[in-house]
């Protein structure tokens, strides 16, 4: 593979994975949160209408997910296209 | 020892830690003033940039807003940490390789362009100086209303302290500061909470106790509060209210977008040694302010689920129902005192009503059935919530004594922030990058602590003579991240053949359509009276909020952008190598 080849496949992944986790930050947030919170407020973790929880707490804890999950898939793609840092 | 000397003593403390950390992290070079020498960990930067970002809004008014609101006071939960995904995945690792020092360095460098600078010059001064001035705000009121000296000596002492470890500092004395700034603050703000969620549920934790059932019942806390503000007129709390689920779907979009493109925080991650340390260090940032926004929201409920049931002990509608203003607690005293919290005592039975009058129903039965004239309560600041909490919940002095420092903590991290933003715009991408690119190293630093102390004196001032629109730059600030600087920095990584003609169009469109919409609906420049069209929803096009037009004004900078480019030359060779460079943590070897 030259180095363009590799360069553009690795862009290609990194967009890939970009794709999964925005998705699953909209759906979260602006879905569940939002949208379909009313329909989902007739189910409840605990004490917390699911729609409502969704919008307060779930919402933040997913982002925190999403955040790591990229840093630890980027830290794998970089290594696999050999473009890591020391 | 009283509460106010303690108060003092406190505070002072945090004061003299703050200096002392300013002599021991004195910053020498221009790499130490603008990126701290990029040798922070992605930790400490975490959490750092949680500090910075948490401002005297997010300590102080936040959890009052969301009680008030309810369910739609969501869209500032999401909003404000949902953008640092966005800016995990979309800026942060491309621009820490980029390697420079200012975001406007990157618009200029990357679209060829001095007037691409200089138009992000423009657009970030306009951000940080519109929300400096709250902060400095925050400041002079945290010490007027919890320490009870003249808003004018604790704005000069904030200033003071600032001037010290910022000029002196630079970026290196900030971020050491801002550290030990974010644990006064959490521990501030989750002591009180903890407490009241062991009141109100037996349980430790806030975010849970929000989800449980009242101690000692079997009802839920969320159920008791929805059943109560509906027994007195209100909207249930889990429900939508308060705006529609278009406008708290653009107000949600519009704080993201926004948040991840404030030039303060995105240069905070300027300063980790290596690309990778980005992408982690916004992920150990988001969890710093998590700690704060997922209690913020057991904060707010049970702050309103205590309110209601301090004025209405009793059976509502019930002669004895009500709190006698004679027995009033302590706490409502010193606020009235403050001017934040004023009652009238509209039907002289000598007890207190808090209901919805506005709801016609509710108050002409009120009014018949009950003998009550009018909601009772003339004004209660959504700032006390946080302020009054610890009173409330009957906990000792030295917890409200930690509130007061939280708060300072809070504002004055958020302020020195935005103050090295705006000098280091001034002196690197103005005086170094347009008018005397031949300066010296020392000259420059020099050129940036001056640019930093004018700064601090701008800020000082409009904090004692604010612009009579305090309430709302904020909203300014975020509409015009998202729809200028947002946007250009997404294209100059995601679009290699983005050219200057299309980010210079793009931005220009953003700025001025976001500007326009909202000088509509408050006025010229924000002068009262001035604007053309009655600030509602009436009026609004297609309904939409001024405060979450930033979308439409990214959408348009998007689209301008493109329809530009298609019609101009593509950019030069070497610019879309520079792209391609930025998109890789290292060159690869295997070529």
Redesign the interface.
């Known amino acids: 593979?030259?180095?363009q080849e590799?360069?553009t496949a690795?862009?290609r992944a990194?967009l890939r994975l970009?794709t999964i986790?925005?998705s699953i930050?909209f759906i979260v947030?602006?879905g569940f949160?939002?949208?379909l919170?009313?329909p989902l407020?007739n189910f409840s973790?605990?004490?917390?209408?699911l729609?409502?929880?969704f919008?307060?707490?779930g919402?933040?804890?997913t982002?925190?997910a999403?955040?790591?999950i990229?840093?630890w898939r980027?830290?794998v793609l970089?290594r696999k296209?050999?473009?890591?840092?020391? | 020892m009283d509460l106010k000397t303690l108060s003092l003593l406190v505070v002072g403390a945090t004061f003299v830690l703050y200096i002392a950390i300013a002599i021991w992290a004195k910053a020498s070079s221009t790499s130490e003033f603008y990126v701290a020498g990029k040798g922070i960990p992605p930790v400490l930067n975490g959490m750092a940039t949680a500090a910075d970002w948490m401002s005297a809004a997010s300590f102080i008014s936040m959890a009052g807003l969301i009680a008030f609101l309810g369910f739609t006071g969501g869209a500032y939960l999401m909003g404000w940490t949902g953008g640092y995904v966005l800016m995990a995945l979309l800026l942060a690792p491309y621009l820490r390789k980029f390697g420079k020092f200012t975001v406007p360095e990157f618009i200029g460098d990357r679209f060829y362009s001095k007037t691409a600078r200089i138009v992000a010059v423009v657009s970030l001064l306009v951000i940080s100086i519109t929300y400096v001035i709250g902060q400095m705000r925050g400041v002079g009121i945290a010490f007027s209303n919890i320490l009870e000296v003249k808003l004018e000596v604790g704005l000069l002492t904030g200033m003071a302290v600032v001037f010290i470890y910022a000029v002196f500092g630079g970026m290196k004395g900030i971020t050491y500061t801002q550290i030990a700034q974010y644990v006064i603050m959490i521990f501030a703000y989750t002591v009180p909470a903890v407490f009241i969620a062991i009141q109100l549920t037996g349980v430790t934790f806030p975010q849970i106790g929000l989800g449980s059932t009242l101690a000692g019942t079997d009802t839920y806390l969320l159920k008791a509060l929805d059943q109560t503000l509906m027994d007195l007129g209100f909207a249930a709390y889990t429900s939508i209210t308060g705006m529609t689920m278009m406008n708290m779907f653009l107000l949600t979009l519009a704080l993201m977008i926004g948040t991840a493109g404030l030039p303060h925080v995105i240069i905070r991650f300027f300063t980790v040694p290596r690309v990778r340390d980005a992408r982690k260090s916004a992920g150990w940032a988001l969890v710093f302010i998590g700690l704060l926004y997922t209690t913020a929201p057991a904060v707010g409920a049970m702050a309103m689920y205590n309110l209601i049931n301090t004025v209405q002990p009793g059976e509502i509608g019930s002669p004895q129902g009500n709190l006698v203003i004679d027995e009033r607690p302590d706490w409502m005293l010193r606020w009235e005192r403050t001017g934040l919290l004023q009652w009238e005592d509209k039907n002289n039975d000598g007890r207190l009503q808090y209901y919805n009058d506005k709801n016609a129903e509710f108050a002409e039965r009120a009014r018949t059935e009950f003998g009550w004239e009018g909601s009772e309560f003339t004004k209660i600041d959504r700032d006390i919530m946080v302020l009054a909490n610890p009173q409330i919940a009957g906990l000792p002095n030295w917890v409200i004594a930690l509130v007061a420092a939280g708060g300072i903590a809070a504002a004055l991290s958020t302020a020195a922030g935005l103050l090295l933003a705006i000098a280091s715009a001034i002196s690197h991408d103005l005086l170094k990058g347009i008018f005397a690119p031949r300066i010296s190293e020392k000259s420059e630093l020099l050129a940036g602590r001056i640019a930093m102390g004018a700064a601090i004196l701008l800020a000082g001032y409009l904090g004692l003579n604010p612009p009579g629109f305090a309430a709302q730059v904020v909203a300014l600030a975020f509409g015009l991240a998202a729809a200028s600087l947002f946007p250009a920095l997404m294209m100059g990584i995601f679009m290699k053949t983005m050219n200057r003609e299309g980010a210079i169009a793009g931005m220009l469109v953003g700025l001025g359509t976001t500007l326009l919409y909202i000088f509509l609906f408050k006025g010229w420049f924000f002068f009262p009276g001035t604007n053309v069209f009655p600030d509602n929803a009436e009026y609004w096009l297609f309904g939409i909020n001024p405060t979450g037009f930033g979308v439409i004004g990214a959408i348009l900078n998007f689209v301008a952008a493109y329809l530009v480019m298609k019609v101009t030359k593509a950019p030069p060779e070497h610019i879309q190598h520079l792209v391609e460079e930025v998109r890789v943590p290292r060159v690869g070897t295997n070529a």
């Open positions: 593979m030259t180095q590799s360069r690795y862009w990194n970009l986790l925005l930050w947030s602006f949160g939002i949208l919170s009313q407020n973790i605990g004490g917390y209408p729609g409502f929880w919008a307060q707490q919402s933040i804890y982002f925190i999403l955040i790591f990229y840093a980027m830290n970089d296209f050999d473009v890591h840092e020391d």
